[in-house]
C-alpha cells in the first residue's frame, strides 16, 4: 500500500512539473493557461492517432524479435507483412504544424528567415538521424530543439520563440521524416508514423524544448 501511495506521489509530481514547464513554454508564445491546456489535451488525444498515407515496399528485418513488432494505425495492431504503412501522427505532427502555421501568422517574422532557419534545422536533422532497425528513424534528443533555438536567437531575437518553436517542429518532420521516407523501407517496421511515437519524442516535444532554450 505505501508503496503504490509512493508511486502515485511521484507520478503526480512528474505530472505537475510537466504541466508547469509545458505551460511555461506556451507563456512565452503568448498562449493563456486554458489555451495552452487544451492544446496539451488535444496533442494527448492525438498522439494516439494514426492517420494512413500510402503503403510501401520494405525489407524485413532479419531479427526474429523485431519482426514481430507491430504498429498501430487507428488503434489496430497490425505485424510487419512486407509492406510498411506510412502515416501520420495527429499529435506528434499536424498540430504541430498546425500550431506553428498559426505561429507565423500571429507573430512579426519574415517569411525568409523562417525559411531559412527551417531549412538549416532539416540539415542538421537529416544529417544527425539514422534508422533503427524495427523501430522508425531515430535522432538524439536535444540535436533538434538546441538547433531550432540557436538560429531563432541569431535569425530573430526578438522573437525567438515562435521562430524556435516553428523551425524546430518543420525541420523535424522535412529532415528526419520526410527526407528519409525512402530509409523507411530498410527498418522493417509495420507503421511508419510521421511524428514519432507522438507527443514526447516526436515534433511536438522538440518545438516545446526549442522555445525553452530560446
Do not use: W
Not at 530573430?156 to 520563440?161: E, G, L
Amino acid at each position: 500500500m505505501q508503496f503504490l501511495l509512493l508511486i502515485f506521489i511521484l507520478v503526480l509530481a512528474v505530472t505537475i512539473i510537466y504541466l508547469g514547464i509545458f505551460t511555461l513554454a506556451l507563456d512565452k508564445l503568448g498562449l493563456s493557461t486554458h489555451s495552452a491546456i487544451l492544446l496539451l489535451a488535444c496533442t494527448l488525444i492525438g498522439s494516439g492517432i494514426n492517420l494512413p498515407l500510402f503503403r510501401i515496399a520494405a525489407q524485413a528485418p532479419p531479427d526474429e524479435e523485431i519482426r514481430g513488432l507491430q504498429g498501430l494505425v487507428f488503434g489496430r495492431p497490425l505485424s510487419f507483412d512486407g509492406k510498411t504503412i506510412v502515416a501520420i501522427n495527429v499529435g506528434g505532427a499536424l498540430i504541430p504544424i498546425g500550431f506553428s502555421i498559426y505561429l507565423a501568422s500571429i507573430n512579426p517574422l519574415a517569411p525568409m528567415r523562417i525559411l531559412l532557419a527551417i531549412a538549416l534545422v532539416a540539415t542538421v536533422c537529416y544529417f544527425t538521424s539514422r534508422p533503427v532497425r524495427g523501430l522508425g528513424i531515430g535522432i538524439p534528443i536535444l540535436v533538434a530543439p538546441i538547433t531550432a533555438a540557436l538560429m531563432a536567437l541569431l535569425l530573430a531575437p526578438a522573437n525567438s520563440a515562435p521562430l524556435a518553436y516553428i523551425c524546430g517542429t518543420l525541420g523535424v518532420l522535412l529532415g528526419a521524416d520526410l527526407l528519409r521516407l525512402n530509409d523507411i523501407r530498410k527498418i522493417g517496421t509495420a507503421v511508419a508514423s510521421i511524428g514519432g511515437a507522438g507527443t514526447f519524442d516526436g515534433i511536438f516535444l522538440t518545438g516545446i524544448v526549442a522555445v525553452l532554450l530560446a
